[in-house]
């Protein structure tokens, strides 16, 4: 029977960034491994994926510890012996716009607040959500001929959500997360504003808000977005 712990986790990886020290070589590949998993990395599984001796695969992951570029935490006990050792990326290392740099802190502040305070926290975060995407497309160059569910998508792409879309570019996968452990802690809050960002940007290039729905954790490895419901729904009508 198979470990619950080894079935794919549901949910996007945590933003992968461009900050912070570059590192090239065999530690730069473990680097770009720990950042690429959305789950925490052993020492053997990192040494049989990269073909090297598991004391070569320790040293470098240690070595990225003492960094500051990756965390280290024990496995959950299961049965007799020590768990092992398991690695993460540094959340810190891992914004990759400055944009999200900014608000990474204060969001996950504010999404706890108005979970205690708040009435309605979802509507507030898809509120300010919304409002906080027709800034951000107020502030980018314009885009000549680009639909406004394109645009949305290189907004997306730029504050590291890693948007995987189909031909029409009304569903998509969205594979990584700037703001995942407060995404995890507060969804009803965290993902109405990833929501909201997506409307608001879709207003300010005059297409259509309502007819989309973000699913949090939808699959393993992603997020599901539909920018356009209803194409969804005919297309599933058809099959």
């Not at 004391?55 to 510890?65: F, K, Q, S």
């Not at 570019?169 to 594979?175: D, N």
């Not at 009803?188 to 300010?204: N, P, S």
């Amino acid at each position: 029977m198979k470990n619950k712990s080894d079935a794919p986790a549901l949910g996007p990886a945590p933003a992968r960034g461009s900050g912070g020290p570059t590192l090239s070589g065999p530690r730069g590949l473990v680097l770009e491994r720990l950042q690429d998993s959305a789950e925490p990395v052993t020492i053997s599984g990192l040494a049989a994926e990269l073909g090297v001796h598991p004391n070569t695969a320790r040293e470098h992951l240690d070595a990225l510890v003492e960094q500051g570029l990756a965390v280290r935490g024990r496995a959950p006990a299961q049965g007799r012996g020590r768990p092992a050792w398991r690695y993460t990326a540094a959340d810190d290392r891992l914004d990759r716009d400055v944009r999200v740099r900014d608000y990474v802190g204060l969001a996950a502040a504010l999404a706890g607040h108005l979970v205690r305070t708040s009435a309605d926290p979802g509507a507030e975060g898809l509120a300010a959500g919304r409002e906080w995407g027709r800034t951000l497309m107020s502030d980018r160059p314009a885009e000549g001929a680009a639909s406004p569910r394109h645009s949305v998508l290189h907004l997306l792409d730029e504050l590291g959500f890693a948007p995987e879309a189909d031909a029409g570019a009304t569903t998509v996968a969205l594979r990584r997360c700037p703001l995942l452990a407060a995404a995890r802690q507060h969804p009803e809050v965290v993902c109405q504003v990833h929501l909201g960002i997506v409307r608001g940007a879709l207003e300010h290039h005059g297409g259509d808000p309502e007819p989309t729905a973000l699913l949090p954790f939808a699959e393993p490895g992603a997020c599901r977005l539909h920018l356009d419901t209803a194409a969804v729904r005919a297309g599933g009508a058809g099959e």
